[in-house]
């Protein structure tokens, strides 16, 4: 079952995104969901922030990844961060042979991954799912859940996501 939450400013969408940056494991891949403007990259800008990653940060649409490396590990072991983003991708083959296996591999590393959607085919099971849509007015509403794990379960519990 999806935790959900209303954020009604981009800087309450980024809060969240730190929160949760905090639950991360090293291993873990987040597929972000939503449309154009739903705040999938602002989300991520807190997870960055939360996890010490150097700025700026911005969506690796034209890029499709941008890794981070982290100065200092996070309490959890994370010390690097790759941000995917499969928007301009045909074929979820094309993203496997630019490295996404081996950053999922990578065991000091997390996926913060837009547009999985793109790439369905290749998706491991084991994942975090983030949906983001808009609500009334200004506001987004987040829907965050583990897909197919209980583990990550936990670890969203733990922290009140």
Known sequence: MPATSLSRTAEDTRRLGALFGQALIPGNLVCFRGDLGAGKTTFIQGVLSACGAEKPYVSP?????????????????????????????????????????????????????????????????????????????????IDIAPFRSSELSGILEEQGL
């Open 61 to 141: 649409t034209f890029v499709i990844m941008k890794e981070y490396d982290l100065a200092l590990p996070t309490e959890t072991g994370i010390r690097r961060i790759y941000h995917a983003d499969a928007y301009r991708i045909e074929q979820a083959d094309d993203f496997e042979k630019i490295g996404f296996s081996e950053w999922l591999s990578d065991t000091e590393g997390v996926v913060l991954l837009e547009w999985p959607e793109r790439i369905e085919a290749i998706l491991p099971d084991r994942r975090i799912e983030v949906a983001l849509r808009l609500g009334e007015e200004e506001s987004r509403v």
